[in-house]
C-alpha cells in the first residue's frame, strides 16, 4: 500500500518510531547509547523540539515529541543522519543504518499523553531488558529514569510530565510510578502505535451503528485519536490528504481511475501498463501520473506499478510540470 504524506508541521505531538535496517541493531555497546542519547538532546534543543518521552532499544527506538519550528522531518533528519555517520565510522560499516522512512503519529493529547508516556517507558521492561520496575527506574536508556528524577537531561520536560499528577514533585512522582505500575499490567498494547477505527470510534459495536446509519468516521494510519480529532488535522492540511477513510486504500483508488480513464479514452489498460509510447498512452499516463501523486498523495513507486514505467519517470513527470511533492 502505498505511503501517506507525513503530517509535519510545528506544535503537533507525535509519536517516533525507527527501527534498524532489516531489524538489525542501531547500537552496539554503551558508547553508541550515550552518543544517540546525546544528540538527541542536542537536536532537541537546536531545533526547539520537546521531549517527553523516549526509549532506545537494541535495534528501535521510540520518541514521544512535540515538533518545534522546524517541524519533525528537521529534528530526526539532524538525528539520524549524525547517528549513524559516528555509527559507520566507528564501526567500520558502510550502507543504512536505519529504516529509510521512520513511522510517526499525530497524537490526539486527551487521552493518549499518559498512555504513550507510560507505554514508550515500559518498553526496556517488556523486552527484558530490566527485570522489575525497580530497575526500570535507574535504567539509563529510558526517559523513565529521568522522569523519577533520577536522571536529568534539560532537553526532556519531565515537568510537563509529572503536571498531570500534581503540583508537589514528591507526590507527583509516586502518582506517576504507581499509573506506570497498572500500565505495565496491560502489556502491548498496538492501538497505540497507528490509527484505528474501532477505537476511534469507541468501539466495534459504534462502528457497526456508525455503518448501519451510513455515517462515515473519519480515520488514519497516521493519526492516533478520535474521528473528531482526525477530522480537525486533515482539515488543517491540504485538501488531497483529506477523508482518507477505510473504504478504500489510494491503491484501490488509484486503480479504479486508471480502469476509468481508460475506458473514457478508449485506450486499452495493457497498453498503458506495458509502457507503450504512443502518443495518446503517454498523455494519458502523465495525466493520471499527475492525479495520482497531487490528488491522491500516492508514492512514486506506487503510481510507477499502476502505470507500467519506473518511478524515475514519474518523479520526472512531476518535476517537468513544476509541482513539488
Known sequence: MPRGARLDYPGTLHHVMVRGMEGNCIVSDDDDRKFFVTRMGVVAAATGTTVYAWSLMSNHAHILLKSGPEGIS????????????RYNNRHKR??????????????????YFLKLVSYIHLNPLRAGLVGTLAELQLYPWSGHAAVMGRIRYEWQDRDYVLGYFGNRESTARKSYADFVATESGLGRQPELT???LVRSAGG?????SLRKRQQKQFNDERILGSGEFVRGILDDVEESAKEKLPAASTEIEGEKRLKQACEESGIALNAIQSGSRVQECSALRKR????????????YAGVARLLGVSPGAVHQIIKRNGLKI
Not at 94 to 111: A, D, M, T, W
Not at 204 to 208: A, D, I, L, Y
Open 288 to 299: 493520471l501520473a499527475l492525479d495520482f501523486v497531487h490528488e491522491l498523495g500516492m508514492s
Open 194 to 196: 497507528g490509527g484505528d
Open 74 to 85: 528537521s529534528f530526526m533528519s539532524k538525528l539520524l543522519t549524525g547517528y549513524a555517520i
Open 94 to 111: 558502510h550502507g543504512h543504518l536505519f529504516q529509510n522512512r521512520y513511522k510517526s503519529i499525530v497524537c490526539e493529547e486527551e487521552p
Open 204 to 208: 466495534w459495536s459504534e462502528v457497526k
